[in-house]
C-alpha cells in the first residue's frame, strides 16, 4: 500500500519559517493533484494549498495566501509546503493527501483518499 510520510514539523517563533515535506512511498500519485491540510484541536480538517499533478497550478486558502509556497517535485515523489511568517494561528497538524482523481485541484477533504499520519507545528507567540 501507497504511504505518504510527512516531516519537518515543530516549534518555531511567530515570524518564523517552516518547511514540510511529504514523501510517497512509490511514483504512484505522479498524476495526481496533491493537497496540505491542516487541523488545530477541537477544530476540523481545513484546507490549506494543493498543487497540480505537474506543479503548474496551486492554490491556497486565503489565510495562509502569500506567506505559504506548495511545490513539489516527482522526480523524488516528494510535496513542500514551504511556511514563512508564522502566525499563533497557524499551529496545527498538517497532512500531505493525494486526490482521489488523476490531475484533480480539489480544496474539499472528501476529494481525497489517501492520507499521510501528520506532522506537528506549533508556533508561539
Known amino acids: 500500500q501507497v504511504q505518504l510520510v510527512e516531516s519537518g514539523g515543530g516549534l518555531v517563533q511567530a515570524g518564523g519559517s517552516l518547511r514540510l515535506s511529504c514523501a510517497a512511498s512509490?511514483?504512484?500519485?505522479?498524476?495526481?493533484?496533491m493537497g496540505w491540510f491542516r487541523q488545530a484541536p477541537g477544530k476540523e480538517r481545513e484546507f490549506v494549498a494543493v498543487i497540480s499533478w505537474n506543479g503548474g497550478i496551486t492554490n491556497y486558502a486565503n489565510s495562509v495566501q502569500g506567506r505559504f509556497t506548495i511545490s513539489r517535485d516527482n522526480a523524488k515523489n516528494t510535496v513542500y509546503l514551504q511556511m514563512n511568517s508564522l502566525k499563533p494561528e497557524d499551529a496545527a497538524v498538517y497532512y500531505c493527501?493525494?486526490?482521489?482523481?488523476?490531475?484533480?485541484?480539489?480544496?474539499?477533504?472528501?476529494?481525497?483518499?489517501?492520507w499521510g499520519q501528520g506532522t506537528q507545528d506549533t508556533v508561539s507567540s
Open positions: 493527501a493525494a486526490d482521489r482523481a488523476f490531475y484533480g485541484l480539489n480544496t474539499n477533504v472528501y476529494d481525497y483518499d489517501y
Open positions: 512509490d511514483r504512484t500519485f505522479r498524476s495526481n493533484g
